[in-house]
């Protein structure tokens, strides 16, 4: 009989048979009179080895013969050969090596060991890969990939902080996306123009809404309790205002206010609006359009009380079985100026609050728009909720012409559809993402990833992703609607093609413990995802995983605090961070990417918010403190800007090199004598200034300076426009396109 291998290890079958060393019982061995051909036609009877249950020993394999004499259980019934001498006694020095007669090999158990890495990745794109290299494998082999991309950055190399404010037609200018047929959509509309219509012939009535009197839709929307006081502008020259909640304001380049800036043709300073919600804004969208008269964001908000600290509740308050607390979404319109040359810039006109929708589902917990335009005269478009009681819902919204100083207030008695397991016990809905215009994917508490049709409604697909809570969750559309990205609780970051989800599914190799949402998006130019880099111990660094080569990332932007929110671009590849200090950061991702290994990169501040609520003033009056105008005052905030750009590297990078130079100057100051005390002075106030910006991640800060959502807007002539919310309640619109 051939001999055959374990592991690399050669054995063969002898009369003296090989015994673990923890065995002490005899080995049933072949008769010396039967030779190979009669052993491959009557298995032998062989004796079922007792070995001991200690974790750091292997068991035993049983052999495949179902006769019960050939298993004996005790010393005197087991059947020795007589011929044979005492069992050879040997350590099994191969993994898994069990001594067996059988024609094949069991699969070693999975090993317990912590010190054994068994999640790796051993695929084609190395770690060191840099620049041409990572190009061709991240996205070669063919070669009209590899030219979108190449041709992608070189587009723009130039601006390494910020988009350019160029349209399609410049060579410079923002584009959309590359990776499908350029009439895609124009057909995705053409397609949702027919759907819509089939939608509300055929159901005209799942959607009903009532309106509401204004005193009365107020009491249903998030009420801050006083106004919120505002410093903006340059550093040095801030000036103060007093917003009131559903008020905003334009701004200047400056930040400071169009009345407050001394220029002659103002327009063209208008570069953005501040805005007060009353509430915490815990999630905004960007209506697609395609119109270029107006700019809708739709924004979800909760009352600061909600986030208090908690109050004990009283004995026998059980748990509600279904959450009935009111909720609002708002929806502000946004004008642009009509003379701006190339892409829409900010107006001088005021942001108006249009429409409220309210609800008895719970507090909103993630909206998002359809991303196909599906909008008309009397439409904004179709928009999914996800609310406190655990179900998402798809609901159209209308648009309102008679615009008026109030907003108007609707109450939505049911929505167009309501998706969510019913069948389990206790499952919620906690994520949702659209895949296409009829699909949307959500994730749920048991760990499970569904896919559905919103008409008819229809639950399509539903896989075990993960065994924990789904914090968030994101898809490729338009290039990749089913490649979905799902980040747990608890676990690894895993990918999953839901056309083939048995087959096509993959996760980053290293678990982590994430409670923060919002750090997931998909960037079409650079066909990956961009999320909180996954990681065991608490970081601040966001990384890209191309959705090919997913168990795989590469450091985009390291912030200075705890990251709570990210945003990409849909005709550009910036990266917008926002951190629990209250800073947002811009940085070019797809530059970053394909980096040199020496090559400096640039990241920059876009601004830095923070709060102060009343009740840390320094006043007799803390609980009623009233402004010279009368109204109370909840609290303060500054915003800055205009800061310079910074090293987009990571500050443990950056101290090992600095670390590496030090030690470079002790060794030419050694050869040299004692000459270059003052190269080493640099070094050591260098080395200081690192570990500051380390020790920076950890502080704590103010929860109402946060960050709350980042949002760029998704229009192509609009796609410079970014929305950033912060937990005072202030949303701030900043147009950042480079133009010349």
């Known amino acids: 009989m051939p001999p055959r291998r374990t592991r690399g290890v050669r054995k063969s079958y002898a009369e003296n048979p090989e015994v673990d060393d923890d065995d002490t019982e005899p080995v049933a061995v072949q008769d010396n009179d039967s030779d190979d051909d009669e052993f491959n036609d009557q298995p032998a009877k062989v004796a079922h080895n007792q070995g001991d249950k200690d974790d750091s020993d292997e068991e035993d394999e049983d052999d495949d013969d179902d006769d019960d004499d050939a298993h004996p259980s005790s010393e005197d019934e087991a059947i020795t050969s007589p011929t044979s001498s005492a069992p050879k006694r040997i350590r099994n020095t191969g993994a898994g090596m069990t001594q067996s007669r ?35 494998s991240m996205y070669g082999p063919a070669y009209h990939s590899i030219k979108i991309i190449w041709d992608m950055e070189k587009r723009w190399m130039s601006f390494s902080v910020f988009p350019p404010g160029y349209p399609p037609s410049h060579p410079r200018g923002v584009v959309p996306t590359p990776w499908v047929a350029p009439t895609f959509d124009s057909d995705q509309e053409a397609r949702a123009l027919r759907w819509s219509e089939e939608l509300q012939t055929k159901e005209p009535e799942n959607q009903r809404i009532r309106g509401i009197p204004i005193k009365h839709g107020q009491r249903l929307v998030p009420q801050a309790e006083g106004d919120i006081l505002l410093l903006s502008g340059p550093f040095d020259e ?40 009353g509430g915490i804004p815990v999630q905004m969208a960007w209506a697609p359009s395609t119109r270029q008269d107006v700019q809708v964001l739709a924004v979800a908000t909760i009352p600061f009380s909600d986030q208090e600290k908690p109050q004990p509740k009283p004995k026998g308050d059980g748990e509600k079985e279904k959450d009935t607390t009111p909720g609002a979404i708002q929806f502000w319109e946004f004008t642009p100026d009509p003379t701006s040359p190339g892409l829409a810039m900010p107006s001088n006109d005021k942001p108006v609050h249009v429409l409220t929708r309210c609800f008895d589902w719970g507090r909103p917990r993630r909206i998002q728009w359809c991303p196909v335009a599906l909008e008309s005269d009397n439409r904004y478009g179709m928009l999914a909720v996800l609310c406190g009681d655990g179900i998402a819902r798809v609901i159209d919204v209308g648009r309102i012409s008679d615009k008026s100083s109030t907003p ?12 969510g397991i019913t069948t389990d016990y206790h499952i919620q809905v906690t994520c949702l993402a659209w895949a296409n215009l009829n699909r949307i994917v959500l994730g749920h508490s048991d760990g499970s990833v569904t896919l559905w049709s919103i008409y008819p409604c229809q639950m399509l697909d539903r896989v075990a992703v993960h065994t924990s809570y789904i914090i968030d969750i994101a898809t490729g559309y338009p290039s990749n609607p089913y490649i979905v990205a799902t980040v747990p609780v608890g676990g690894c970051a895993t990918i999953t093609d839901l056309s083939q989800p048995t087959s096509e599914s993959t996760y980053f190799p290293v678990p982590s413990i994430n409670f923060q949402p919002n750090v997931l998006a998909w960037s ?3 066909q990956g995802f961009l999320m909180l880099y996954p990681s065991s111990t608490p970081n601040t660094t966001v990384a890209f995983l191309h959705h090919r080569f997913f168990p795989q990332a590469r450091s985009i932007c390291t912030g200075t605090n705890s990251v709570t929110c ?75 800007q205009g800061f310079l750009p910074e090293i987009n590297d990571d500050p443990r990078t950056e101290k090992r090199k600095e670390l590496d130079r030090k030690k470079k100057m002790e060794r030419a100051k050694k050869a040299s004598g004692g000459r270059g005390r003052k190269k080493g002075a640099t070094a050591a106030n260098s080395l200081a200034e690192l570990d500051d910006r380390l020790a920076s991640r950890m502080v704590i800060h103010e929860p109402l300076s946060r960050v709350t959502y980042l949002a760029w807007n998704p229009n192509l002539m609009f796609s410079c426009w970014a929305a950033c919310s912060m937990g005072s309640g202030l949303i701030r619109v900043i147009d950042v396109g480079i133009r010349e």
């Open 102 to 136: 059988k024609n094949y090999h069991e699969i070693p158990s999975y090993p317990l060991e912590t010190r054994i890495v068994t999640r790796v990745y051993a695929g084609p794109l190395r770690r060191y890969a840099r620049y041409s290299a990572l190009r061709d």
């Open 238 to 277: 801030q000036k103060q205002y007093q917003l009131s909640p559903g008020i905003g304001m334009p701004l200047s380049s400056s930040g400071l206010g169009i009345e407050d800036t001394e220029v002659i043709d103002k327009k063209t300073m208008a570069r953005g609006w501040v805005l007060d919600v």
């Open 408 to 419: 108007t207030y609707e109450w939505m008695e049911s929505s167009l559809t309501e998706l």
């Open 524 to 526: 079409e130019p650079m």
């Open 566 to 640: 990210i945003a990409v671009g849909s005709t550009h590849p910036f990266l917008l961070m926002g951190a629990a200090d209250g800073t947002v950061y811009s940085c070019n991702a797809v530059q970053k990417l394909f980096k040199q290994k020496s090559e400096p990169l640039n990241k920059i501040k876009l601004l830095e918010h923070e709060y102060r609520p009343v009740e840390g003033w320094n006043t007799k009056n803390n609980a009623n403190t009233t402004s010279e105008e009368g109204p109370s005052i909840r609290g303060a905030a500054r915003i800055l």
